[in-house]
């Protein structure tokens, strides 16, 4: 197929009357069964680049990608235009998945989107063996090197997949932001006749600017005053889930649509932000980073960074999402520099599990043929850090892996070699230079924009002559007095809400009077649960009441209880009783542990967390529920397990709805 009768199929099938010259290099290749690392900018159209080969192969082409979002955006569009795709992945049940393997199958799809992490999974390893593939994709290429910016292990088992296909089968590797060092090792990993085709990375419509403020507040000044003047929508981008919350309340509070995006969310609140975004519905959404790839919207007026991100390509392929339609996009990074490095650092930091995690891994895998949860409860880690562990130790030949049914079993190798993590400190160390120049970033005088395409290697271009620099225009924030007020009379009416529902409890969201980490409470509660302060203090009694009234309203209340203490003795049954007795709600003292449960706060994992306190809660006159609307008290709210359990075993006793209302939500608190 030359170009010309490939376009006549394009202008049919998508309706574009012509590729660019680079995607036509690109898409010349595959057809040719060559494999191709295509390196460009976001919104130039690299999703093309497969899509159309894939109607021209016989066969289904399998994109490897970590963005649900990008996957259910794509396939919509595709099938809107007639074109056999689907997608598997962990937001659709079981039958759904085991469905659309089965269309794969059957030479029923064009192109299937899968996760990574499905190289994981066993069922999905047998049934590709049955599908006849055309054509394999590895979307978001950089994950695969440890020196991109989200390294991820589960994208090795599909290099080791690649290098067992034939020579003249067509592989594409596209991302949008790869160094010099990342474009070598990504060749290095896939084999060396990976072909590179690189674009130009400059993106002059994008205004870049660096906004220095003095205190976390400014940033919330700054927000009320430039918010306003910024043609709509947008994302503002933080660092952390709670900030998410916080910021979109924030932005509410000031009469802005806002909504919160982050990966507490479930899959269906997910999708309806996700829907309203695209369809400009918000003014702006607020989001950790997980909020962006993979979403195709190419009018994105503004990028603001509240936070500041862990290297030049983290920020360059974020604000890369704003303006693909080529019209004047804002990207705004609000820098503290007395604070803005603590966080990246200890992403960094965290990012590279301790020797001695390793070494509980290695010791229990010798005692025993485990499967991953078994391998959590036995050795107290974090999943993500099992993860990463464990894709270590198997590419080490440390740990082997067996196939048992429908899971996988890890066991210790005898023949191991010694544990060599010499590459995550080289790793440690390439990743604290990336934030220097980051940091770096935000006090040049030269043109931003240059700045980043020459980091990403891309020498060839001039100044932008669109950001602050180089026009000569910054954005500064002067606080006043009215500003200081109105921020504080926010703080005293934001709550956090607490998502605990499930379908099958009658437990409903709750609500926090605070934030643990970012107000005075934590220093409260820590007073008087550590440090012997007695009771907690009445003005949190207040705050809680407040928090009460406004979340629940005139909610009817026929009992109130309590969690039973692990280490916080009679205070929160105190505090408790001071709320039954201004409310004029009867409290009760029936609802006790059946088994001693440690502090949630030792346990790493979700697994755990709720293995502690499963089955440990009873009501010394379950009669006494039946019918009954509870509210139930506690002072911190952590992972919101032991809330969840309590509000399942009210529900199977017969309470009608138990609503949770605690003191303060800790920072990093994620069901």
């Not at 036509?24 to 191709?36: D, F, H, M, S, T």
């Not at 292990?153 to 160094?179: G, H, S």
């Not at 020459?454 to 910054?474: I, S, V």
């Not at 009873?618 to 911190?636: F, M, R, T």
Request: glycine share 6%; proline share 4%.
């Amino acid at each position: 197929m030359n170009r010309q009768q490939a376009e006549i199929q394009l202008q049919r099938l998508f309706g574009f009357k012509q590729f660019h010259d680079l995607q036509w290099q690109v898409i010349e290749n595959l057809l040719a069964g060559r494999r191709v690392l295509f390196i460009e900018k976001t919104g130039f159209g690299k999703s093309l680049c497969f899509q159309f080969p894939a109607t021209q192969l016989d066969g289904v082409t399998i994109v490897f990608s970590p963005l649900i979002a990008l996957m259910r955006d794509q396939v919509r569009s595709m099938q809107d235009k007639g074109i056999r795709a689907a997608a598997i992945n962990s937001n659709q049940d079981a039958d759904e998945n085991a469905g659309i393997i089965a269309k794969a199958q059957n030479n029923h799809l064009d192109i299937l989107y899968i996760a990574p992490e499905r190289m994981e999974n066993a069922t999905w390893i047998t049934a590709a063996r049955e599908m006849k593939i055309a054509m394999v994709v590895i979307d978001e290429a950089h994950c695969i090197s440890m020196w991109g910016q989200s390294f991820r292990p589960n994208y090795r088992r599909i290099v080791n997949l690649v290098r067992l296909l034939p020579k003249n089968f067509p592989v594409l590797a596209t991302t949008a932001t790869a160094t010099p060092r990342v474009q070598e090792d990504i060749i290095e990993q896939v084999g060396t006749d990976l072909i590179p085709i690189r674009g130009q990375l400059m993106r002059s419509n994008i205004r870049l600017f660096v906004v220095h403020v003095e205190s976390e507040d400014e940033k919330f000044f700054w927000l009320a005053e430039y918010l306003p003047k910024l043609k709509k929508t947008g994302i503002v981008y933080t660092g952390t889930q709670a900030n998410t919350d916080i910021f979109s309340n924030w932005l509410q509070f000031l009469k802005f649509n806002s909504a919160a995006y982050s990966g507490r969310l479930d899959a269906e609140s997910r999708m309806r932000v996700e829907s309203d975004f695209i369809n400009n519905k918000n003014d702006c959404v607020v989001s950790t980073n997980a909020l962006g790839m993979g979403i195709d919207k190419p009018d994105i007026r503004f990028i603001i960074h509240t936070q500041v991100p862990q290297s030049p390509i983290h920020y360059y392929q974020e604000i890369g999402r704003a303006g693909r339609d080529g019209q004047e996009a804002f990207a705004i990074l609000l820098y503290n520099p007395h604070e803005d490095a603590e966080l990246p650092k200890a992403f960094i930091d965290g990012s590279k599990p301790a020797v001695s995690k390793y070494e509980k891994v290695i010791a229990v895998t010798k005692k025993a043929l485990l499967g991953r949860n078994e391998i959590i409860k036995a050795t107290n880690l974090k999943q993500t850090q099992l993860g990463v562990i464990l894709a270590d130790l198997i590419d080490q030949k440390i740990i082997n892996e067996q196939i048992a049914g429908k899971s996988k079993k890890y066991f210790f190798n005898p023949d191991a070699p010694e544990l060599d993590l010499s590459a995550f400190e080289t790793l440690r160390n390439a990743q604290n230079q990336e934030l220097e120049k980051m940091l770096e970033y935000t006090g040049i005088s030269t043109c931003r924009m240059q700045y980043l395409c020459n980091y990403l290697g891309d020498e060839r271009q001039g100044a932008c002559g669109a950001c602050d620099n180089d026009t000569r225009q910054h954005m500064r924030v002067v606080p006043t007095e009215a500003m200081k007020q109105q921020l504080q009379e926010f703080r005293e009416t934001f709550f956090p809400v607490l998502e605990v529902e499930t379908q099958r409890s009658n437990i409903v969201n709750g609500v926090a009077a605070s934030y643990y980490g970012v107000s005075n409470v934590g220093a409260a509660l820590r007073h008087s649960k550590y440090e012997g302060g007695g009771d907690f203090p009445d003005w949190l009694l207040r705050l809680t009441l407040k928090a009460f009234r406004k979340y629940y309203g005139n909610t009817k209340f026929d009992l109130i209880l309590y969690v039973p203490p692990t280490e916080s003795g009679e205070l929160v049954k105190n505090f408790a009783e001071k709320i039954s007795r201004t409310l004029n709600i009867p409290i009760s003292h029936k609802l006790v542990k059946t088994a001693a449960t440690s502090p949630q706060k030792v346990f790493q994992s979700g697994i755990s967390k709720k293995d502690n306190v499963h089955g440990k809660f009873a009501y010394q006159n379950p009669e006494e529920i039946l019918g009954k609307s509870i509210l139930l008290i506690d002072d911190i709210f952590d992972s919101g397990y032991t809330i969840k359990e309590i509000g399942q075993y009210l529900t199977n006793i017969g309470a009608t709805t138990i609503a949770p209302l605690v003191i303060a939500r800790t920072v990093g608190g994620d069901i």
